[in-house]
């Protein structure tokens, strides 16, 4: 097994970079996430860029609440909601869905590989949001590793399917006991739940503090 050593989080850059090259075999994607650091490509020409940044964005869930527009959004919700069924059609949209201010995604095709690759090890997770005609409109994906899990990406195609799927992920973990979805950042949605930022070094100690190596299929691989 190869040795893997990451520069401590404290050294990034002002824009959170802690280094740049490597892979996205799986043992560098777990050593990345254990370290408080995660994956983000700037470009096809710097794909291996690994990020931890200051603050970090979480949702403590303990903090989770809905918004009342989401409350009423629920009474006549079109939406039933799946975990793990397919997996590679949520990543594939989230690659695909344009972003304000994004020219291009982050998800390269390696990087969509490699967390596929995740997923079969169990080290991953999607939940799918589908609507009355059982077409697949909404979803999110992240890294379930112990106790740790973190939300990478979220797509949309009916309105409401992305904050469906986070809420439906939320009440999740919450009822397993899970402490927080790491959200890396803090976006509109995900602030809608009770998302806020921590500094970087209490993010750290939270994470020291999780255990890594419980059962992995207790949360989302029955």
């Known amino acids: 097994m190869r040795e893997i050593n990451f520069p401590p989080v404290d050294s990034a850059d002002p824009d959170g970079i ?56 629920l009474k006549t919700c079109p939406f039933t909601v799946t975990f793990n069924t397919d997996f590679e059609s949520v990543i594939h949209n989230c690659s695909k869905i344009k972003r304000k ?3 291009t995604t982050w998800i390269l095709e390696e990087l969509e590989a490699a967390y596929i690759d995740l997923f079969h090890h169990k080290l991953a997770y999607s939940v799918e949001v589908w609507n009355e005609k059982k077409e697949l409109v909404g979803g999110l994906y992240g890294v ?25 992920l939320c009440l999740l973990l919450k009822s397993k006991g899970i402490p927080f979805l790491d959200t890396q950042m803090i976006t509109s949605v995900v602030e809608l739940f009770g ?28």
Do not use: C, T
Not at 48 to 73: A, Q, T
Not at 144 to 151: A, C, H, P
Not at 198 to 216: A, G, S, T
């Open 18 to 73: 802690v280094a740049v090259g490597g892979d996205f075999k799986v043992d560098m994607l777990m050593s990345a996430y254990s370290q408080g650091i995660f994956p983000w490509p700037i470009s096809k020409k710097y794909p291996h860029v690994w990020f931890s940044p200051d603050p970090r964005g979480i949702i403590e869930l303990s903090d989770f609440h809905l918004p009342r527009s989401f409350k009423k959004f």
């Open 101 to 103: 201010g994004q020219r």
């Open 144 to 168: 379930s590793m112990g106790q740790f899990v973190s939300g990478e990406s979220m797509f949309m195609k009916e309105d409401g399917a992305s904050k469906f799927a986070l809420y439906s």
């Open 195 to 222: 998302g806020k930022y921590i500094p970087r070094e209490y993010f750290i100690e939270k994470i020291k503090n999780l255990n890594w190596y419980q059962e992995r299929q207790e949360i989302f691989h029955p």
